[in-house]
């Protein structure tokens, strides 16, 4: 059985393991999960019906990071994680500031940003602090030497290429500040936008985008 990338390509979750899939050059298949509403059938592969999840020849594994380090592990070739154990902690601790303490918030952000709704003042307000000291910690760890854990491309990469442009770009459209200016986000999603792996997903992002949107044209009609 061919490992199995299930959720759908407009999710920056399920683009990390995409683009960590095509830079370790793993064999894998995709296979379309809508999560709007979630199916019954999806609770017994995704036991909150999340997307990303990996379909295994052992079974199912969800959440990106635990997918993430499975495939580390069942495809050791083209490692994404030093072998050194403080370097690959490092590394961790990237992707941990990455998501939990940036992404994460910034998403209370994106009704607002991207999708034509409105995130009401208190919630902004609360959301501009967090998000503000997570941001701050996340400088403190960042290199851009040229990636963003030193001199080698890791995991942290495959998280900071679709996480940190969402959280620059939510912040501008909400507040009119990006909040993540000082960093070089733009110079470096230039940079890794010339990989291949990078321009894979992103051209399949925008199929899929437009595979949504006329799903949600449809539900509205």
């Not at 095509?22 to 995704?46: G, I």
């Not at 998000?131 to 851009?144: D, I, S």
């Not at 470096?188 to 992002?205: C, F, G, H, L, P």
């Not at 899929?208 to 799903?215: F, K, Q, T």
Request: proline share 6%.
């Amino acid at each position: 059985m061919t490992l199995k990338l299930c959720g759908f390509a407009v999710s920056n979750y399920y683009n990390k393991l995409k683009i960590q899939l095509l830079e370790k050059a793993v064999p894998f298949e995709e296979d379309l999960v809508w999560v709007n509403p979630v199916e019954p059938a999806t609770l017994l592969r995704s036991p909150m019906g999340k997307v990303p999840f990996l379909e295994t020849p052992q079974g199912c594994i969800s959440e990106s990071l635990v997918c993430a380090e499975y495939i580390e592990q069942a495809y050791p070739h083209h490692p994404l994680m030093p072998t050194d154990a403080f370097e690959a902690a490092k590394v961790r601790e990237i992707i941990t500031y990455l998501e939990l303490h940036v992404e994460l918030v910034a998403r209370e952000l994106y009704p607002q940003a991207f999708f034509g709704g409105k995130v009401d003042e208190a919630t902004q307000i609360r959301v501009r602090k967090q998000l503000a000291k997570g941001v701050e910690g996340l400088t403190k760890l960042l290199k851009f030497s040229p990636y963003v854990a030193g001199d080698t491309f890791t995991l942290a990469d495959c998280s900071a290429i679709v996480n940190l442009p969402l959280a620059s770009m939510a912040s501008k459209a909400v507040y009119g500040e990006d909040m993540l200016a000082h960093l070089p986000v733009k110079a470096y999603s230039q940079q890794m936008a010339e990989r291949a792996s990078v321009q894979k997903v992103n051209a399949d992002r925008k199929a899929c985008m437009a595979l949504m949107a006329e799903r949600m044209a449809k539900k509205a009609s």
